[in-house]
């Protein structure tokens, strides 16, 4: 992709070499016509140093037209009709284009790949892919050719050709599309899936794996269909597996995972799983699934124990909430100690808690500045309300 700059300033470019074709041609311009044309060029230009782009447009346009001949210059006016989103012109214009005699291979073919852009853009997704198929087999523009059916596979949700696009767009050196992949087989895996094919299914989770082997998706996808064939062990091991690949995961399949342990009854593995998670993944949730788990097998004064101690290290406020509650649960011996727990776990909390923030960017700090660190603006940052306040 041009950046939007790179490529309007290839409009006055344009323009500015078709006036001079159009001169050195031996059609002699009037001096008045010159005149006119480069005062009109220098107020486009300005609009454009000026970020007014839709004037400048409007005054390319206008060069661009008194300059009809000149095939860059109809490239340029092509690209400003699409992307003004006039796509018929812009259709128009690359179809003359490449039904003219007379241009170079290389014209051709970007001519093609513009019509092929513009029929995509249009949503005629058939013909975008023919004209875009072509460009394959012809060994040009490959990369872009292939990106862009890659994106119209996509669109229309075919899968397998979007497999076979993105495989190839990898060997013509394009960036590696191995997750993507993956992703597509997991669409694939999904449909079948839901029509009730779990072997074919599998199969598909499989090739998933192959492409991206920490696919986390994959391994949803697995567990989902051990689930439903009530095969517990098999979505406990496809869980366990996903977290494995990346613990941002663990809430989003702690309750079906826990579900799984208990009706499995497999309370000692659930225990060594948590407790590894609780040194991978910063938030709250395994050490009060933990603690739930222990309770359970140890009776309140252990799990409150436990708590206690892992609270003293990563303080949080439902934390403190869980704590409070084993400690007014039966059994849970000295409600003086408990008070001086969660006096000094809140001491912590309030210590963690940034004081202030910038009004304007959001960015908090301990201390109070009165000019931001960070977007330097002064008199931004004020006192948060806090449980402290
Ligand atoms: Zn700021």
């Known amino acids: 992709m041009?950046?939007?700059?790179?490529?309007?300033?290839m409009i006055p470019a344009a323009a500015a070499a078709g006036w001079l074709l159009g001169r050195r041609g031996g059609e002699i311009k009037s001096g008045n016509q010159v005149t006119r044309l480069s005062n009109t060029y220098f107020r486009g230009l300005n609009y454009l140093l000026n970020e007014q782009q839709d004037k400048a447009i409007e005054i390319f346009l206008q060069i661009a037209e008194v300059d009809k001949d000149t095939i860059e210059t109809q490239f340029a006016?092509?690209?400003?009709?699409?992307?003004?989103?006039?796509?018929?012109?812009?259709?128009?214009?690359?179809?003359?284009?490449?039904?003219?005699h007379g241009l170079?291979?290389?014209?051709?073919?970007?001519?093609?790949?513009?019509?092929g852009e513009?029929?995509?853009?249009?949503?005629?997704?058939?013909?975008a892919e023919t004209l875009l198929n072509d460009l394959v087999e012809m060994g040009v523009?490959?990369?872009?050719?292939?990106?862009?059916?890659?994106?119209?596979?996509q669109?229309?949700?075919?899968?397998?050709?979007?497999?076979e696009y993105a495989q190839k767009y990898e060997e013509v050196g394009g960036e590696s599309m191995s997750k993507v992949i993956s992703h597509f087989y997991c669409e694939l895996a999904d449909q079948a899936r839901s029509k009730g094919d779990n072997k074919e299914a599998r199969k598909l989770i499989a090739d998933a794996y192959s492409a991206d082997n920490q696919s986390v998706r994959a391994g949803?996808?697995?567990?989902?269909?051990?689930?439903s064939e009530n095969d517990d062990a098999g979505a406990i091991r496809a869980f366990e597996r996903v977290v494995r690949h990346d613990y941002e995961y663990l809430p989003e399949v702690l309750p079906a995972l826990l579900a799984s342990y208990e009706r499995k009854g497999e309370t000692t593995r659930a225990r060594s799983f948590l407790l590894e998670m609780t040194e991978h993944y910063?938030?709250?949730?395994?050490?009060?699934?933990?603690?739930?788990?222990?309770?359970?097998?140890?009776?309140?004064?252990a799990a409150y124990t436990f708590l206690a101690k892992q609270l003293q290290q990563r303080p949080s406020v439902r934390g403190e909430a869980a704590l409070i509650n084993l400690s007014l649960s039966e059994g849970h011996g000295d409600p003086q100690e408990a008070l001086r727990t969660v006096k000094s776990i809140t001491d912590l909390l309030v210590v963690h808690t940034p004081g202030y923030r910038c009004q304007r960017c959001g960015f908090s700090a301990r201390a109070h500045h009165w000019q931001c660190p960070s977007c330097k603006n002064w008199g931004t940052i004020k006192p948060l309300l806090t449980s402290a306040s």
Do not use: C
Not at 77 to 100: P, T
Not at 286 to 301: F, H, R, T
């Open 2 to 9: 041009m950046t939007n700059a790179a490529w309007l300033l």
């Open 77 to 100: 006016l092509g690209h400003l009709f699409r992307r003004r989103g006039e796509v018929d012109r812009a259709i128009r214009m690359h179809q003359s284009l490449v039904a003219k």
């Open 141 to 153: 523009f490959k990369p872009q050719a292939l990106r862009h059916l890659i994106s119209i596979t």
């Open 118 to 127: 513009d029929y995509m853009r249009a949503g005629l997704l058939d013909r």
């Open 220 to 227: 949803m996808l697995e567990a989902q269909i051990e689930l």
């Open 104 to 115: 170079s291979e290389d014209q051709k073919t970007r001519a093609v790949l513009a019509l």
């Open 282 to 301: 910063a938030g709250v949730s395994p050490l009060l699934a933990l603690s739930e788990l222990i309770q359970k097998d140890e009776g309140v004064v």
């Open 155 to 163: 669109a229309e949700r075919d899968w397998y050709m979007a497999i």
